[in-house]
């Protein structure tokens, strides 16, 4: 513990539930009782749930971006940049700015909440050519490539690059890929209208997933709703199948079927993000293993949650982890920030107990499911709940007007087909949007910082 000034917390994310802690620390803390520093590569908190809409259209990037710096009353430093490496032992983060300098930050208590990175597996060529669905950039630049292959499909005489440019494949059947094909596919039925040259016969999206179900959380009765509404749509469902390798003009899937396409979104599931790696402590799939109260067994002041944490699931017991979702990771945001006061206190920390609320999809248009306190709901009273949370769930009261703006003027003027073209060509592999690349070794970790312990 630093004795000599207050005691630092550094927060690691500025996402559901590092952005929670932050303002709850700022709230319960008098400014004199500890320093908050965040640690952010952007300066907003998004609200990932409302991706597929951003780049489906209906809803403007900015709306779901909420800003860190909205009120005066924000005393939190912010440091522009990632955490590429802990070191626990001295009780050093060391950050790549976004000018990429390398700095180390020392820190009294840390809160790690950078969330997780898109799951690859070792399939050829999928790192190459998918495209994944986390990051704003990654939704705007999908949304821009869809419009793309409408255009240059229009443009062709070649009947094989039309075919190929007009068949799109998303993988993944949780609810991120499934709102994702069910929102994007709502935007191209309804930009072909545009394209009087085309035959929208020729549009056709696959939604593919390993698991004999859909959304196995909505249930049986739910979730076959879910893929009845999504087969009448035209969206051909194959369940069972995953792909072998992914290609520039074509996917070849598991049963052996050869799709021509230039669009793979994979949505396969998430991992911890690798800052989780660089601490060499025990994971659980992958996600820091945390006690109960989210700190680490052992370590002093140091704390995980979100979903780059195996939280223990006390609601659900029976040695369950909690899901990784936005619903624990917010309310686990709050939790963290009053276990970290008590410790810096001397008081009791609590272990976190949150039952599951539910789940919304929304599909798009009236299309939605919702399971909100296990009442299975379809059409729209489950658009409306479905809305009524992500809204309610949405930070401030800018974002909500701008969410709710874009929602009205979506419903009276239906979609637009803009191709900004701000991302046109620039690589477009996951790790450049998702940075996964960035990371040290527990060794260069080491390394790093006994250097600059040395060098002073
Ligand atoms: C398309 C989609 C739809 C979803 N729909 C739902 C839904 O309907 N309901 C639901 O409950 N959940 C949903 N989720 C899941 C939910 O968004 C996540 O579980 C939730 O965001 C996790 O919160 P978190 O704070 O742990 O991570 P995040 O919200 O991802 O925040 C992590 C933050 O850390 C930052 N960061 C990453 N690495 C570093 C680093 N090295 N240093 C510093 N900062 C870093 C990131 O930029 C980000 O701001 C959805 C997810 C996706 C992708």
Same mark, same amino acid.
């Given at each position: 513990m630093n004795t000599v000034t207050r005691p630092r917390i550094l927060v690691v994310g500025a996402g559901f539930a590092g952005v929670e802690c932050v303002r709850r620390l700022e709230r319960k *803390?008098? $400014? %004199?009782e500890a320093d908050v520093t965040l640690v952010t590569p952007f300066a907003y908190q998004l609200y990932l749930p409302l991706l597929p809409q951003v780049a489906s259209g209906v809803?403007? !990037?900015?709306? #779901? &971006?909420?800003? *860190?710096?909205?009120?005066?009353? /924000?005393r939190t430093r912010i440091i522009p940049g990632g955490a590429i490496g802990v070191d626990l032992k001295s009780k050093v983060c060391v950050i790549r700015t976004i000018t990429d300098q390398i700095v180390n930050e020392p820190y009294d208590y840390i809160v790690l909440a950078p969330g997780s990175v898109t799951r690859t597996f070792d399939i050829p060529g999928l790192t190459e050519h998918a495209f994944g669905m986390k990051t704003l950039a990654e939704a705007a630049y999908i949304r821009d490539h869809v419009i793309s292959q409408l255009d240059l499909a229009d443009a062709s005489q070649d009947p094989d690059e039309r075919a190929s440019r007009l068949q799109f494949v998303v993988v993944g059947g949780g609810y991120a890929g499934t709102e994702t094909a069910a929102c994007l596919q709502r935007l191209t039925h309804a930009a072909?209208?545009? /394209?009087?040259?085309? %035959? !929208?016969?020729l549009i056709k999206w696959h939604l593919i997933d390993i &698991? $004999?179900? *859909?959304?196995?959380?909505?249930g049986e009765k739910l979730g076959g709703s879910a893929q009845e509404i999504l087969r009448r749509r035209g969206i051909e469902i194959s369940l069972g199948t995953s792909i072998a390798k992914a290609g520039p003009e074509e996917v070849t899937f598991t049963d052996g079927r050869v799709v021509p396409t230039r669009t793979l979104i994979w949505t396969a599931g998430v991992v911890a993000s $690798?800052? #989780? =790696?660089?601490?060499g402590a025990e994971t659980v799939k992958g996600r820091l293993a945390v006690a109960p109260e989210m700190n680490l067994p052992g370590d002093d002041g140091v704390f995980a949650l979100g979903d780059s944490a195996a939280v223990p699931d006390l609601a659900k017991g029976d040695g369950a982890m909690c899901p990784p979702t936005a619903q624990h990771a917010l309310r686990q945001g709050r939790h963290v920030a009053d276990n970290v006061i008590a410790s810096l206190r001397g008081g009791v920390m609590k272990p976190y107990v949150h039952k599951d609320l539910g789940l919304v999809v929304d599909l798009g248009g009236t299309d939605a499911v919702s399971k909100p306190l296990g009442i299975e709901l379809r059409g729209l009273p489950a658009q409306a709940v479905a809305r009524g949370y992500h809204w309610s769930a949405l930070r401030t009261n800018v974002a909500k007007t701008r969410v709710m703006t874009n929602w009205l003027l979506n419903a009276v003027a239906g979609d637009d087909f803009v191709r900004t073209g701000f991302q046109a060509r620039k690589a477009a592999r996951l790790k450049d949007f998702? /940075?996964? %690349? =960035?990371y040290l070794t527990p060794e260069q970790v080491r390394e790093r910082v006994e250097g600059a312990a040395r060098r002073e």
């Open positions: *803390l008098s $400014p %004199d809803l403007t !990037p900015q709306s #779901i &971006a909420v800003s *860190l710096r909205r009120s005066k009353k /924000y072909v209208k545009r /394209y009087p040259r085309l %035959d !929208p016969g &698991a $004999p179900k *859909l959304m196995p959380e909505l $690798p800052l #989780i =790696a660089t601490l998702e /940075y996964t %690349d =960035a």
